[in-house]
């Protein structure tokens, strides 16, 4: 089943902070977050694995529910570059192989 | 150490021709997925491979694709009769193995467009 991302958009000034969530109807192994932005690959941020195990830029936070099997990627103080659409995906065993989510698009101004 | 590389970039074919995707994986990558997206949607799984194995075709339309990844060169998704309906981005991702701590790196992507 396809992991369900809130919100859909989110529209910020340079210096807000967001929180992206990412909810799932059955139980995770792990969550993969990717930024896309238009035009261009996904680009991997962050591996949330069961049991506490993280992998990903030192920049980007996320926190992993696994009994409320979701997952919340945190971005603070905006920049512009982090205008794009986030993906989570989530899969059993395989990183590669993911389930994703319909993404979020955010918009940093100015 | 070259990423994922993809081509063509861009690719238009008429309704009925067929449409080969390359991906060449990034170096020591053993594992390739497919995954496509249409406008302004998500990515959707098509097909896992390793050398000369389909690991996991489960988001493969029955008719009409293939994949292969041979010993020698890239991966290959293969498109035949294409209708309109198969526009779209297909992007190509690689990792070094598998297991849920293995981040997939994702080449630039073939843009498929059918006239």
């Known amino acids: 089943q396809q992991p369900v991302q809130s919100p859909q958009a989110v529209i910020l000034r340079e210096g807000e902070d967001a929180v992206i969530n990412c909810s799932s109807s059955?139980?995770?192994?792990?969550v993969h977050w990717y930024r896309q932005k238009h035009g261009e690959a996904p680009v991997f941020l962050m591996i949330?694995?069961?049991?506490?195990e993280q992998k990903g830029h030192e920049k980007i936070s996320a926190s992993f529910n696994e009994k409320k099997q979701q997952s919340s990627l945190y971005l603070t103080a905006s920049q512009l570059s982090y205008s794009g659409t986030y993906f989570c995906?989530?899969?059993?065993?395989?990183?590669?192989?993911?389930?994703f989510g319909d993404g979020t698009t955010l918009t940093v101004k100015p | 150490n070259a990423g994922v590389m993809q081509n063509p970039r861009h690719l238009v074919r008429r309704r009925g021709q067929e449409a080969r995707l390359r991906c060449s994986p990034m170096?020591?990558?053993?594992?390739v997925y497919w995954y496509r997206q249409l406008p302004e949607e998500g990515l959707k799984f098509m097909v896992y491979l390793q050398k000369e194995n389909i690991i996991d075709e489960s988001g493969m339309p029955k008719e009409r694709f293939s994949a292969e990844f041979p010993k020698e060169g890239p991966s290959i998704l293969r498109i035949q009769q294409v209708v309109r309906g198969d526009s779209a981005a297909y992007f190509c991702?690689?990792?070094?193995?598998?297991?849920?701590?293995?981040?997939?790196?994702f080449g630039q992507g073939t843009r498929l467009t059918v006239v």
């Open positions: 991702a690689s990792s070094p193995g598998m297991g849920g701590n293995t981040e997939a790196f």
């Open positions: 059955k139980a995770l192994y792990s």
């Open positions: 170096k020591g990558h053993s594992h």
């Open positions: 949330l694995l069961k049991g506490g």
């Open positions: 995906g989530t899969d059993g065993t395989n990183a590669g192989k993911s389930t």
